[in-house]
DNA sequence: GCGTCGATCCACT
DNA sequence: GTGGATCGACGCA
């Protein structure tokens, strides 16, 4: 099986191109490996949907430096997310991971995420992403692109047939269709941001 | 210092 | 399909 880590240049480019070549790549932490099938690109201080957007805070920090490093952070009192962090050192962007098929280490990642009906379930959605792999607080910063890395990227067959649409969850910057995902029942089902502007 | 809100998930109707 | 859970980060006073 492909096992080549992905390169910090081959992720230091715009997250919009970072996202699409995710697709399809392998994200492995300990025994439970994950095929990525959903992503979403965020920019910084242009997209006013990215944690960037009002400029660098401690939490997002790890956004703003160099490319492939793993960006997680803690959302709605209960849950994680996980982000590669593209562009170059002092420029803030990243893709955030959304969903994927667990391809190795299946039982492990059951028994994190018990209330899964079926394997397609295991990751569907970010914060269950993080769950089957591990992933939490202590995650965030861990360089992807080092084989030593407790969490690793490795690259993918490329991704054919990317699809398109708007991000999910998120209330701003409709127009732009940043989230990219690939043929998978591991998907998650699409949903508008939740608060809305007094629209007519 | 305090109030508001969030890149979500799960149980329940 | 819909609402509630639940708490850290951020914005403003």
Not at 4 to 15: M, Q, Y
Not at 95 to 122: H, K, Q
Not at 159 to 176: K, Y
């Amino acid at each position: 099986m492909s096992s080549r880590l992905l390169t910090r240049e081959e992720l230091a480019i715009d997250p919009v191109d970072a996202a699409q070549l995710l697709l399809g790549a392998y994200l492995e932490a300990g025994d439970v490996r994950v095929r990525i099938v959903e992503v979403e690109a965020y920019r910084g201080g242009d997209d006013p949907a990215s944690h960037c957007y009002r400029g660098k805070t401690p939490r997002n920090e790890v956004m703003f430096g160099p490319a492939g490093f793993l960006y997680v952070y803690f959302v709605y009192g209960m849950h994680f997310c996980a982000n590669v962090v593209s562009l170059v050192d002092g420029v803030p962007g990243a893709v955030l991971l959304r969903a994927g098929e667990v391809v190795s280490g299946e039982d492990i990642a059951f028994s994190r995420r018990p209330a899964s009906r079926s394997a397609a379930e295991l990751a569907k959605g970010p914060a269950r992403l993080c769950k089957v792999l591990g992933l939490d607080r202590s995650s965030n910063g861990l360089d992807l692109t080092s084989a030593s890395s407790p969490v690793r990227l490795y690259a993918g067959e490329p991704a054919t047939s990317v699809r398109s649409g708007p991000r999910v969850g998120v209330a701003v910057a409709m127009d732009v269709p940043w989230r990219f995902w690939i043929d998978s029942p591991a998907v998650s089902t699409y949903k508008r941001g939740g608060k809305r502007r007094n629209s007519a």
